[in-house]
């Protein structure tokens, strides 16, 4: 199913408000992550050298893998997904915009609160690995603001 890009973005608004975050930012955050599109999906290697074979040195199963995989329309990671509380059977779950705009916020939430300052959370949502990341998001929010 393909959605059309002005029910996401009332979406993803009503969303962060409801987590007290800026609509502006997350629709800017989803645009750097996903362009919009709900199914993006992108396997993050990093995440697996650093994270998951120490922990599991033998060949990775699918659903390691789906863990160190971003998903959906803020590119939540599936691990990322799971400690902010996804239940979901499968990780293509997070491709449904409600639950990957949902957990994504949580976790810019989270971010935002462990580093007082927008910049940083942003570069903590990211994982360092793009030290402009943050000034590419922020170059996007011009894209959302009210009358755009």
């Known amino acids: 199913m393909n959605y059309d890009k002005s029910i996401?973005?009332?979406l993803a608004r009503g969303t962060a408000r409801g987590m007290g975050l800026d609509p502006i930012l997350?629709?800017?955050l989803i645009e750097q992550e996903s362009s919009w599109n709900t199914w993006a999906m992108r396997f993050e290697p990093?995440?697996?050298?650093?994270y998951i074979k120490p922990?599991?040195?033998e060949a990775?199963?699918?659903w390691e893998i789906a863990r160190a995989t971003s998903w959906g329309l803020m590119q939540i990671m599936g691990q990322v997904a799971l400690e902010n509380g996804f239940q979901g059977k499968f990780y293509?779950?997070?491709c449904d915009p409600n639950n990957g705009v949902f957990f994504g916020c949580r976790k810019l939430a989270k971010c935002i609160e462990a580093r007082q300052d927008v910049k940083a959370a942003l570069l903590m949502w990211n994982g360092g690995g793009n030290p402009a990341?943050?000034?590419q998001v922020l170059a996007r929010m011009k894209n959302y603001q009210p009358g755009v």
């Open 92 to 94: 293509t779950e997070l």
């Open 133 to 135: 990341y943050a000034d």
């Open 60 to 62: 990775p199963t699918t």
């Open 26 to 28: 997350v629709c800017a």
């Open 8 to 10: 996401l973005i009332t």
């Open 46 to 50: 990093m995440f697996l050298s650093h």
């Open 55 to 57: 922990a599991l040195p």
